[in-house]
């Protein structure tokens, strides 16, 4: 049963630093394809990074490229979103999802507010 949790996320004041975790269970984890979304209030929800299976290549969304950094731990079954120079445009609840097949399975979410 494929399961994935968020967490790390928090209220931080512009300019600081956030790392998200996301714990994965029921499948092999390195093998597939993780995403990191996210979704303000009245926005729809958007891709900020991605990291594939296999040689384990990202891509970043334009509005986060030099700040976020995603990466996995294949030992820990966890991927990682590592957020640097928060701005309040990234206030968000972000979500991790996993592809399998042409199956996506999404974590619940966690909250993050950057404001002073």
């Known amino acids: 049963q494929v399961q994935l949790v968020e967490s790390g996320g928090g209220l931080v004041q512009p300019g600081g630093s956030l790392r998200l975790s996301c714990a994965a269970s029921?499948?092999?984890?390195?093998?597939?394809?993780m995403n990191w979304y996210r979704q303000a209030p009245g926005k729809e929800r958007e891709v900020v990074a991605v990291i594939t299976g296999a040689g384990g290549r990202t891509v970043y969304a334009d509005s986060v490229k030099g700040r976020f950094t995603i990466s996995r731990d294949s030992a820990k079954n966890t991927v990682y979103l590592q957020m640097n120079a928060l701005k309040p445009e990234d206030t968000a609840v972000y979500y991790c999802?996993?592809?399998?097949?042409?199956?996506?399975?999404w974590g619940q979410g966690t909250q993050v507010t950057v404001s002073s």
């Open positions: 029921g499948f092999t984890f390195s093998s597939y394809t």
């Open positions: 999802k996993a592809v399998i097949g042409l199956t996506n399975y």
